[in-house]
């Protein structure tokens, strides 16, 4: 049964500080229960919060991190090392420090990788890797542990944004043109995929996302807020601090 679940904290480096804690937790049990664990990465300032928190974490090394698969749920399409990819972002604040099987590792392509400047083909590659790496009877996805998603202040995850044709996509991966945020060109995890996860985190940090998190669990459409349209299998975990949290629905307001 899916379990859905709402934590706030004081402040942003408390929420990071937990949230890395609870990811060590989480993985370390997944490997001791297949062998591997996998997870799917975000971007964002809080989540390369988290990231750092992971990597200064003395119990980072209680996970096998070369039996750790990594994913991203979406991307900016930019070249290779550009700073503002959440590949760049997520190798400088943690994978970089970690002691990690190359094979495992699986960015999202870049706009000058085999398919140059074609979003849609490299969407559609990005799918194809997932299908490879899916366990039998799984045909399009492997099994996701973990996927974290941040939740943006128009309520987008990932990069779904509200009343985009991309909240309507079913295919696993999708280019996104003309999005709200720049890059105007970014390639995505569309919500059917996200959803297949055992567990998503979203998470939140600071005032601006205040009135998308409450709207989200008020709840709102996933056209309208993509953030209400994502549930994990087993648990739909909200990580958020202080005044993320300050436009909760009435029934979440013991928390704040």
């Given at each position: 049964m899916t379990?859905?679940?709402?934590?706030?904290?004081?402040?942003?480096?408390?929420?990071?500080?937990?949230?890395?804690?609870?990811?060590?937790?989480?993985?370390?049990?997944?490997?001791?229960?297949?062998?591997?664990?996998?997870?799917?990465?975000?971007?964002?300032?809080?989540?390369?919060?988290?990231?750092?928190?992971?990597?200064?974490?003395?119990?980072?090394?209680?996970?096998?991190?070369?039996?750790?698969?990594?994913?991203?749920?979406?991307?900016?399409f930019l070249p290779s090392g550009d700073p503002e990819r959440n590949e760049t972002q997520a190798h400088a604040a943690l994978l970089d420090a970690l002691k990690l099987d190359p094979s495992r590792v699986h960015p999202m392509p870049p706009s000058d990788g085999p398919d140059g400047d074609d979003a849609?083909?490299?969407?559609?590659?990005?799918?194809?890797?997932?299908?490879?790496?899916?366990?039998?009877g799984h045909a399009e996805l492997p099994t996701f542990d973990v996927v974290l998603l941040g939740v943006g202040e128009d309520g987008h995850v990932a990069s779904v944004f509200p009343e985009h044709p991309v909240t309507l996509e079913t295919r696993p991966v999708s280019a996104v043109r003309g999005s709200p945020k720049p890059?105007?060109?970014?390639?995505?995890?569309?919500?059917?995929?996200?959803?297949?996860?055992?567990?998503?985190?979203?998470?939140?940090?600071?005032?601006?996302k205040a009135s998308a998190v409450g709207l989200a669990l008020a709840p709102a459409g996933p056209r309208q807020i993509p953030a209400a349209g994502v549930h994990g299998r087993e648990l739909t975990l909200w990580l958020l601090d202080s005044a993320a949290a300050h436009e909760l629905p009435p029934k979440f307001r013991s928390l704040i």
């Open positions: 379990q859905s679940k709402v934590v706030v904290h004081t402040e942003p480096k408390l929420l990071a500080e937990a949230a890395a804690a609870r990811l060590i937790v989480r993985l370390t049990d997944a490997q001791a229960e297949r062998g591997e664990a996998t997870l799917v990465l975000t971007g964002g300032r809080i989540a390369a919060q988290i990231y750092q928190a992971v990597r200064e974490s003395p119990a980072r090394d209680a996970v096998d991190w070369s039996r750790v698969n990594f994913w991203w749920g979406d991307e900016r849609e083909a490299a969407a559609a590659r990005y799918a194809t890797a997932l299908a490879e790496a899916a366990r039998p890059p105007p060109v970014r390639v995505t995890l569309t919500l059917p995929a996200i959803n297949t996860a055992q567990e998503i985190w979203l998470i939140a940090s600071g005032a601006g």
